[in-house]
């Protein structure tokens, strides 16, 4: 009776524990902004930061790397990610430097009191470089992006980045964001509306937009927002990387595509799949060949722009 139950409780062990996730995080570093020079942080002497691998059993370097940042006892914001492979994990890279231009901008010309609206990455890292209210502050993981072959595990990865990035996120700002996705999934009008009735009052509002929202929203909407992307090397000839462009556009019948610097010798570009993708507000935010430019958008009014984030104004 006593093995029985033994190895009862046992087997509750392993039904209710969780199972690990197939990476860890590994601390490497951490200090001010002096301690990470090449980061360019001198405009945020206040933040506390710590630069983690991603590390991967079986794995001999680290598949990505990134570095958070916090002001006194405020849960962890990522600042910065490097993905060192071709999968995609839990979001695509982006440039710091872009990223601290649009916060001087933003704490430049807007008023303490506006409210900013972004995907909810983008908008705890503004909140925290610009100290301007957003409309979302939790991490969200939203929608949850790993290999495939990790997608069996998406449950325990999502309660292991809570627990980790330290968020809870309430049903509120859950509808909320539902809310903000489904305008920029619609036409430029509606989407606008959609936007300031968010804001609920006649308050100063921005949007800002980054060009990876594209495969974001187009994995929540797929059937809205048609996305594909390929990471392309920067080479002296510009000419021969057009006509590749050209070629994918017409052998795979997408409507238009966009740019990304990813890095100085990298590039990514992000296909829409057709005519209905690029009449959603998002679409007509960015700059996409053979299509309006970002700033003959009647329904937001285009205010700042930084390599890949577009700033527009909500009337």
Known sequence: MTGGLVLLGWFAYLWFSPVPVPYQYELVKEGDNKAFPELELDAWPDLQLKQYNVSVEGVDKPIAAFTLAQKGNTSPVLLDWKNNTHEVLHTLDWKLSELSAVATAISKHTSKDALILSWWDTSRQINLLT???TLF?????????VPLDWAG???DIKAHESKFWQSSVSQQERDQFEQFTQALTATPEEGAAKLRALVGS????YIVVHTTDLYKLGLIYPDKLGVAY???PLTGNMHGMINQMKVQLKNN????YTLQSITDSEIRVFFLSDAQSSETLLAQMLPFTE???PLELKALQLMYQSGSYWVFNIP
């Open 253 to 256: 019948d997408f409507d238009t």
């Open 153 to 155: 595990q998406s449950g």
């Open 131 to 133: 100290g301007r209210e």
């Open 202 to 205: 006649p308050r100063e509002a």
């Open 291 to 293: 299509k309006d430019a």
């Open 230 to 232: 390929q990471n392309l």
């Open 137 to 145: 502050t939790s991490h969200m993981n939203e929608p949850l992006v």
